[in-house]
């Protein structure tokens, strides 16, 4: 395309669900970085469905290996450009299930050692692609196909591992939460991530339709709910401090867990009081460790 | 000029006259002074390369085949375990055609651990898409990286490739070798020039996945390529001997075999003590030779079929074992062999570094010949009781 400002980097005609956030992250993140990007995709929804041979979205350099490699592979492309003298920044990119849990060794050597790159994680905050099974960013009581709800179970059992805290603490300059609901921060961070030299990490909150169980138009309505419940917290952390928090007027979690299949345990055949006051209790955590809560006039 | 070198020194000087532009490798015993002479070598500035201190070696050629993808000549080196935990990253370096060059210092897999020399490491990846090249000793253990190289990133192979040679045997060997200077190796081996690469002035996509639909073609393009390393391969091999004096111009090199009746097939640091005995046997009038093979993958099959053509038994000696099955080279043997009458004995042998002498191969002949084989060869009985 000759026309750089019609080129869309991230282009239509891909595979993913109407409403898909992954789909929406992957158009805002191109947007953010700009052409001169180098992506490097792990295996998961988005690599499978923007990439069906002999189809590709993505008009930047893409290049997928594994499924837990991308941050090692990525390693290898920054010392390349380095010994070429080019000047491309890399991206990269993977699910939840390929950041926290199976790629977590990849991802944590190449931030110890400081490669030049940024590592944006799509959180869906479960493994979508395979069939929704639960990873290490499946929330607390969420149900999934390997943490389903049942006569004995309220579904997930563990709270979300807190990558952030454990990139910062490789001395990562630029650490940030963003979310799809919220396509200007998302832009910022992102661009600010790719201008930081060094290793560089950004969580998206990314509402999966198929996956919680929701309609399609309703991700950003979703998205949203995460961050005014105080489930989901925006922020970013610069070399290990936490520098800026999105504060909300907080709503109760109740609001965010009733729209989504994956929490209707919670709620029939009856209110589960009990549980829904522990994840209450996370959002309240969650809000007084980072500060969220704009206290209202009365 | 003849120096006296450690083969992982050795190999480490001839990678280095190679010029890689990237090397990621993860310390493993015996191939560990292999790296970290690159590292001194990089840390001096005695070579121009990126080296990325990874942390495992899944990590190590998972980086190898990013900076291959973006453009770099590469390097990475391990053994037993280490390759084992490539096992992955193997197979996609071959499918999505990048031509990384990697030594195998060859070691036995465990349970139990061993740090031993056998080749089993390098065996089980024989279905992975990476050429795999053998050295007898120290000297051909260098000139394998620069004809691998050249072959590796020939526009009509670009497949990946493993050069083995044996853990310790050769490794930790101090042996007379040649050296090749900058200016030769340059001679012989062009600057990379990738068919492809991940470039923002001109943007593609790598490792697309495949539906049914064109999933075969991919691994036929491959094996169709692995097909052409059989005449690239001898192709750069002779232009080596044409410029260095040393012939490398064969898949297989033949010890006395001419008017042999009994043929020894085998790979690696084992056809030195084999040479021997060979000799040893000619002197009382038994007519033994040896096939050498120095190419695994691709399979020397026509080579392997003209070379044996007249000879009345094939002892294979096979550094590994299928499990459940036979040795790895002595079925290969056999299938090049199927028509023919001539009997194919396999024998399991050295395993996990146990020794083997000169008469320990004048019995695997002695067996053969009495129409004997298929068996492991040296089991301690004692110990399985």
């Known amino acids: 395309m000759n026309d750089e400002a019609a080129c869309v980097l991230f282009d239509s005609g891909h595979r993913a669900c109407g409403g898909c956030a992954a789909?929406?992250?992957?158009?805002?993140?191109?947007?953010?970085?700009?052409?001169?990007?180098?992506?490097?995709?792990?295996?998961?929804?988005?690599?499978?469905?923007?990439?069906?041979?002999?189809?590709?979205?993505?008009?930047?350099?893409?290049?997928?290996?594994?499924?837990?490699?991308?941050?090692?592979?990525?390693?290898?492309?920054?010392?390349?450009?380095?010994?070429?003298?080019?000047?491309?920044?890399?991206?990269?990119?993977?699910?939840?299930?390929?950041?926290?849990?199976?790629?977590?060794?990849?991802?944590?050597?190449?931030?110890?050692?400081?490669?030049?790159?940024?590592y944006i994680c799509?959180?869906?905050?479960?493994?979508?692609?395979?069939?929704?099974?639960?990873?290490?960013?499946?929330?607390?009581?969420?149900?999934?196909?390997?943490?389903?709800?049942?006569?004995?179970s309220s579904g997930n059992p563990r709270p979300k591992k807190d990558l952030p805290?454990?990139?910062?603490?490789?001395?990562?300059?630029?650490?940030?939460?963003?979310?799809?609901?919220?396509?200007?921060?998302?832009?910022?961070?992102?661009?600010?991530?790719?201008?930081?030299?060094?290793?560089?990490?950004?969580?998206?909150?990314?509402?999966?339709?198929?996956?919680?169980?929701?309609?399609?138009?309703?991700?950003?309505a979703i998205g949203k709910l995460a961050i005014e419940t105080g489930l989901f917290v925006l922020y970013?952390?610069?070399?290990?401090?936490?520098?800026?928090?999105?504060?909300?007027?907080?709503?109760?979690v109740e609001?965010?867990?009733?729209?989504?299949?994956?929490?209707?345990?919670?709620?029939?055949?009856?209110?589960?009081?009990?549980?829904?006051a522990k994840i209450q209790a996370i959002a309240d955590r969650n809000a007084e460790k980072f500060g969220i809560d704009i206290k209202l006039k009365k | 000029m003849l120096e006296i070198m450690e083969g992982s020194h050795a190999v480490a000087e001839a990678v280095g006259y190679c010029r890689p532009q990237v090397i990621a490798a993860y310390p493993i015993t015996p191939q560990t002074h292999i790296v970290e002479a690159l590292a001194d070598m990089a840390a001096n500035c005695r070579i121009d390369a990126e080296y990325i201190t990874v942390e495992s070696e899944f990590s190590a050629l998972?980086?190898?085949?990013?900076?291959?993808?973006?453009?770099?000549?590469?390097?990475?080196?391990?053994?037993?375990?280490?390759?084992?935990?490539?096992?992955?990253?193997?197979?996609?370096?071959?499918?999505?055609?990048?031509?990384?060059?990697?030594?195998?210092v060859n070691r036995a897999l465990g349970a139990?651990?061993?740090?031993?020399?056998?080749?089993?490491?390098?065996?089980?990846?024989?279905?992975?898409?990476?050429?795999?090249?053998?050295?007898?000793?120290?000297?051909?253990?260098?000139?394998?990286?620069?004809?691998?190289?050249?072959?590796?990133?020939?526009?009509?192979?670009?497949?990946?490739?493993?050069?083995?040679?044996?853990?310790?045997?050769?490794?930790?060997?101090?042996?007379?070798?040649?050296?090749?200077?900058?200016?030769?190796?340059?001679?012989?081996?062009?600057?990379?020039?990738?068919?492809?690469?991940l470039d923002a002035a001109d943007p593609i996509s790598f490792g697309l996945f495949a539906s049914p639909d064109y999933y075969m073609e991919f691994r036929y393009a491959i094996d169709q390529a692995m097909n052409r390393a059989r005449t690239v391969i001898p192709e750069a091999g002779k232009v080596f001997s044409e410029m260095f004096g040393r012939d490398y111009s064969g898949l297989v090199e033949e010890y006395r075999l001419d008017d042999a009746d009994c043929a020894i097939v085998a790979m690696g640091s084992i056809c030195g003590t084999v040479k021997d005995a060979i000799d040893d046997m000619r002197n009382v009038g038994k007519k033994v030779g040896l096939l050498k093979l120095r190419a695994f993958r691709p399979f020397p099959v026509n080579e392997v079929q003209k070379a044996l053509k007249g000879v009345s038994t094939v002892a294979v000696l096979d550094k590994n074992i299928s499990l459940g099955s036979k040795g790895a080279v002595a079925l290969e043997v056999r299938d090049a062999l199927y028509g023919t009458q001539i009997p194919v004995y396999d024998f399991i042998i050295a395993l996990g570094g146990r020794d083997v002498r000169k008469k320990d191969i004048a019995a695997v002949v002695a067996h053969a010949e009495a129409g004997k084989g298929d068996t492991y060869y040296g089991l301690r009985e004692e110990v399985l009781k």
């Open chain 1, 122 to 152: 799509y959180d869906n905050e479960a493994y979508m692609n395979t069939g929704i099974q639960r990873s290490g960013a499946t929330p607390y009581d969420a149900s999934t196909t390997t943490s389903p709800a049942g006569s004995c």
């Open chain 2, 62 to 104: 998972s980086a190898c085949l990013g900076a291959s993808a973006a453009g770099s000549r590469v390097y990475s080196a391990t053994t037993s375990q280490g390759l084992a935990l490539m096992f992955e990253v193997c197979f996609n370096c071959a499918g999505m055609r990048l031509p990384v060059v990697m030594s195998i």
């Open chain 2, 112 to 197: 139990p651990l061993s740090i031993w020399n056998d080749q089993q490491d390098s065996i089980s990846l024989r279905d992975s898409g990476w050429l795999q090249l053998y050295a007898e000793d120290n000297q051909e253990a260098t000139d394998l990286h620069y004809l691998a190289y050249r072959v590796a990133e020939d526009h009509r192979i670009l497949l990946p490739a493993f050069v083995c040679f044996d853990g310790f045997i050769l490794s930790h060997t101090y042996e007379p070798v040649d050296m090749l200077t900058q200016e030769q190796v340059d001679g012989f081996l062009p600057p990379f020039r990738p068919y492809q690469k």
């Open chain 1, 23 to 118: 789909a929406m992250a992957a158009r805002l993140i191109l947007d953010a970085a700009g052409k001169d990007t180098i992506v490097v995709s792990s295996t998961g929804c988005m690599e499978v469905f923007s990439t069906p041979y002999p189809e590709t979205a993505w008009n930047v350099p893409w290049i997928h290996s594994l499924f837990e490699n991308n941050s090692a592979v990525a390693s290898g492309i920054v010392a390349s450009l380095a010994k070429q003298g080019r000047k491309e920044k890399v991206i990269a990119l993977g699910g939840d299930g390929a950041t926290f849990d199976i790629g977590i060794l990849c991802l944590s050597g190449a931030f110890e050692r400081g490669h030049d790159f940024t």
């Open chain 1, 255 to 276: 609001e965010y867990l009733i729209e989504q299949k994956r929490f209707r345990h919670l709620f029939k055949p009856r209110r589960n009081d009990a549980e829904i």
């Open chain 1, 165 to 220: 805290a454990i990139l910062a603490a490789h001395g990562a300059p630029y650490v940030a939460t963003t979310s799809i609901a919220y396509p200007p921060d998302l832009k910022k961070k992102v661009e600010k991530a790719v201008r930081t030299p060094g290793p560089c990490y950004i969580q998206i909150h990314a509402p999966c339709c198929t996956g919680w169980g929701f309609e399609g138009e309703k991700s950003i």
């Open chain 1, 236 to 252: 970013e952390m610069e070399n290990g401090v936490v520098t800026k928090v999105k504060k909300v007027v907080r709503k109760p």
